[in-house]
């Protein structure tokens, strides 16, 4: 495909997070229940986790299910657990051949059974491989993972909290630093999504339901990302 965007292999950023959303959008433009949004989010999950370990990004983070999301009809909770059982499932052979590693943040212990079996041992098979670090965020809240980031620096005999040692009980504290998020289907929102992870990330919002994002809108992020210059707060 000629079209795509050129890209500094360089300057890619080393962890790329996205709030995959519009799912429900698209399925409605197209006259279908909500579950075949997220079935046809499962398509582009697949896709950006190939673009990303052949451009050789070191982590992305998908938002998968966050903690509010048990708010949403029995129905539509089961079906994305079902979904998530059944992705780990199919993609665990794909996942190994692309050395994948998998991992997951947010309160696991929250999944039903069969998911979080899944899951689990995914991450126990998939934790020696060396290539890109995929993790799912489930059962996840920003503030929920400071909030449990402060209780187990407290059981560890913290009285006393800065920056660094907070930093060393957040779910993946091995992550490299965030530096691209990326939101999709237009609405200008963190909604509880690494909250501090996300303090110097760079932000990208596209209009693309999830479903619809592919390669070329991932090229097309990480080009707009390289023309931007990072000031952490400097000049
Ligand atoms: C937001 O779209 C999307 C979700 C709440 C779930 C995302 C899940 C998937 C893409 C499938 C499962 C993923 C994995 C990794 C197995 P929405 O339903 O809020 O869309 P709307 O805002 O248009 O209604």
């Avoid at 070191?58 to 979904?83: D, H, I, Q």
């Avoid at 980031?149 to 091995?174: F, I, V, W």
Wanted: proline share 4%; charged share 25%; hydrophobic share 35%.
């Amino acid at each position: 495909m000629s079209s795509l965007p050129h890209i500094d292999s360089t300057k890619l950023p080393r962890h790329i997070a996205v709030i995959m959303d519009g799912n429900g959008r698209w399925a409605k433009q197209r006259h279908l229940p909500r579950l075949f949004g997220h079935r046809a989010g499962i398509t582009s999950v697949r896709e950006i986790v190939r673009v990303c370990g052949e451009l050789g990004i070191e982590c992305l983070t998908l938002y998968a299910f966050s903690s509010e999301n048990w708010t949403r009809p029995t129905t539509e909770v089961k079906a994305l657990m079902r979904l998530l059982q059944q992705y780990i499932g199919r993609e665990l052979p794909e996942l190994q051949k692309s050395k994948v590693r998998l991992r997951a943040i947010g309160r696991l212990d929250g999944l039903p059974e069969g998911p979080k079996a899944k899951l689990l041992s995914a991450i126990d098979a998939t934790s020696q491989n060396k290539g890109l670090t995929l993790v799912l965020a489930l059962n996840y809240g920003g503030r929920q993972e400071i909030v449990d980031a402060c209780n187990k620096a407290m059981a560890s005999g913290h009285s006393k909290l800065d920056e660094k040692t907070l930093q060393r009980y957040l779910y993946a504290p091995d992550c490299p630093e965030l530096d691209l998020l990326i939101r999709t289907s237009g609405e200008m929102r963190l909604s509880n999504f690494l909250l501090w992870e996300s303090a110097y990330a760079e932000l990208y919002v596209t209009k693309t339901f999830w479903p619809d994002f592919r390669k070329a809108h991932l090229y097309e992020a990480v080009a707009d990302y390289q023309r931007r210059h990072r000031r952490f707060g400097g000049l």
